[in-house]
Every structure is written in structure tokens, then in C-alpha cells.
């Protein structure tokens, strides 16, 4: 039994992490996240001790380790993308393998720093990367591995997961501390194509908004349209009468790839595969961390070329301004 630190519990993306240590056996000892709602504790790690302050968290680790030869094996971390990069550092201050959720850092400069840092800590830094272990892609990837080795795929990606005022209100709506739409919803799906089709190539944004991004990558054997969104009126017709809020689809020369379901197991198998060994560490995660950085920092080229054809809807204003 390994035991574990978790930073950002009362995050959305917490019970996956809270259910992954459980499912595969090991403990909790200590929490932290500066907001206390955090009741989801009790259905995974009750005695685990939670603190609202890192600085009584971090000396809570050291008393552990030092009074009562508890050592700490890994810190997973939750929090808001522009705090990943300290908090990784903090866990192999501690002595412990991270744990960390995407995007792993913000910038590609970043990952140079904790490269070094990990070879000189002996500890391990790894990302969830959960669509590489999803059998519909890892599938995926099966098929286009063994195909013809000079196809050039055509790819659209659409991404449209709604989301309220409270948005723009949050760190993710602060392109200096989420990255924008593109880091903040879009960097996995960038991972996962970058995974099956190879390098990078070229990389043209069309579209960036307050609530929509769209551009066009180019891969070793793919070209790929792309369009994210959090404005639910973008949102097809046939997905609102269903009630639902987000709608996903990648059309593969003109075939749509199923993988709405099996997510729920996803940071478990994750899990599975760090503890033995076989996790996603940094350069895996480089890849997907340049392209979203190069977006970022993009010129609009506006709809010229192949572009999505998502990116012709209409623009919205931003709630909270008079001009979007």
C-alpha cells in the first residue's frame, strides 16, 4: 500500500482521483484545497487529515516523515492549471512521485525545468492522459498502426462542452492561469491525435474567441479540422432536445469514431499503469503542450483555407463586456 497526498480536492476532477488510490489499494493520508467543501472525502478516505493552507499542509508531510516515519509516495495534483508546475515541484521536494492532471504544464519551457528537476530528485513526474487508455482509441491507434503506411487521414474534430457565466468568472476563464479554450478543454484530444498520428507539421488557428477556438493541424498522417466550444447554443439541434450539454464527435474520412462511453474507468487504468511502471511522463506529455502554447500565442488567419465548418457560426459577445 502506497501512500498518496491529494492537492485540489474539492475540484471537479477530484473523485477520480479519490476513487483511483482507493480502487487500487493504497491510502490517503492528506488532502489540501484553500475551498472546504470537501465532504466527498468521507466516501473514499475519511481519516485522511485536510487542510485549507499549504503551509500547514507541507508541514504536516515533513512532521509525518520526520516524527512519524510516514513517507509520502506520491502527490496527485488537482488544481488550477497555472499552479501545476509548483505543486509538481512540491511533491518531489517531498520525495514523492506526481501525479498530475493535464495540462501538465502551461508552457513548453516548463517542461525543460521539471525534466531537470526530475533527474535530480530520482522521482517521477507523470500526467493523466486517460484517452491513450481508452480501448476505443487505443484501438484506434491499433488500426492505423498497421495500415498503410503512406495514408494521410482526414480528420474532424468537434468539441462542444457547455458551460455558465460562473466560467468566465473562475481561474478558467483567465487565459493567463487555464490557457485558454484550446489548453483548457481541447489539450487531450491534441495529445490523443498527436499519439496516433505522429508529428506535428503545421499547426493554423482560424478561430479564437472568449468561447469558441478552431484551426487546422497537420500531422504526419493526418489532417485534422478543428473547432471547441463552451457556448451551448453551438450545440446541435438534436443534442439540446436530449437535454444534454455537451456533444463530441471525430469523423474519420468521413466516419464517425465511437467513444462516448467507457470514461468512468479511465483514471483507474491510469492509476493501474503508474504504480507499475508504465505511466505517461514528461515527454510524453511535450507534444500536446507545444501545440496548445503555439494556438495561444497564434494570429487568427480568420476563415480562410480549410477551416471547420463550425468556425462560419455566428460570434457571441462575452457575457461580462460590451465588446467580445
Known amino acids: 500500500m502506497k501512500n498518496f497526498a491529494l492537492i485540489g480536492v474539492a475540484g471537479y476532477i477530484a473523485p477520480r482521483h479519490l476513487m483511483a488510490i482507493k480502487e487500487t489499494g493504497n491510502n490517503l493520508i492528506a488532502a489540501l484545497d484553500k475551498f472546504d467543501s470537501v465532504g466527498i472525502m468521507d466516501s473514499y478516505f475519511p481519516n485522511a ?72 530528485s530520482g522521482k517521477r513526474i507523470f500526467n493523466i492522459l486517460q484517452l491513450r487508455v481508452h480501448p476505443t482509441i487505443i484501438a484506434l491507434k491499433k488500426k492505423i498502426d498497421e495500415g498503410p503506411e503512406d495514408k494521410i487521414y482526414d480528420i474532424d474534430l468537434t468539441y462542444l462542452t457547455s458551460r455558465g457565466h460562473w466560467y468566465y468568472t473562475s481561474w478558467k476563464g483567465d487565459i493567463a492561469k487555464s490557457g485558454g479554450i484550446a489548453t483548457n478543454i481541447g489539450v ?27 484551426g487546422y493541424l497537420v500531422f504526419e498522417k493526418a489532417r485534422v479540422r478543428w473547432f471547441l466550444s463552451i457556448n451551448y447554443e453551438l450545440l446541435p439541434d438534436h443534442i439540446k432536445e436530449k437535454g444534454q450539454r455537451t456533444y463530441r464527435s471525430i469523423l474519420i474520412e468521413g466516419e464517425e469514431l465511437e467513444f462516448s462511453g467507457g470514461f468512468t474507468e479511465l483514471h483507474n487504468e491510469s492509476y493501474r499503469r503508474i504504480l507499475a511502471g508504465e505511466g505517461y511522463g514528461i515527454k510524453d506529455a511535450r507534444t500536446a503542450i507545444e501545440v496548445v502554447h503555439d494556438i495561444r500565442h497564434a494570429q487568427p488567419r480568420g476563415l480562410k483555407g480549410d477551416y471547420h465548418p463550425f468556425a462560419r457560426k455566428k460570434l457571441s459577445k462575452h457575457p461580462f463586456r460590451k465588446k467580445s
Not at 503551509?55 to 495534483?77: A, G, P, Q, T
Not at 487531450?188 to 478561430?207: P, Q, R
Open 49 to 120: 487529515d485536510f487542510f485549507v493552507e499549504y503551509e500547514r499542509f507541507d508541514r504536516h508531510l515533513e512532521k509525518l516523515r520526520y516524527e512519524k516515519n510516514v513517507n509520502l509516495d506520491y502527490l496527485s495534483i488537482c488544481t488550477p492549471n497555472y499552479l501545476h508546475d509548483s505543486h509538481i515541484r512540491l511533491g518531489l521536494r517531498r520525495g514523492a512521485h506526481a501525479i498530475c492532471e493535464k495540462p501538465l504544464v502551461l508552457n513548453p519551457w516548463n517542461i525543460d525545468a521539471l525534466e531537470a528537476l526530475e533527474k535530480e
Open 188 to 214: 487531450h484530444f491534441y495529445d490523443m491525435l498527436a499519439w496516433i498520428f505522429g508529428t506535428v507539421k503545421e499547426n493554423v488557428v482560424h478561430l479564437h474567441t472568449h468561447d469558441r477556438a478552431a
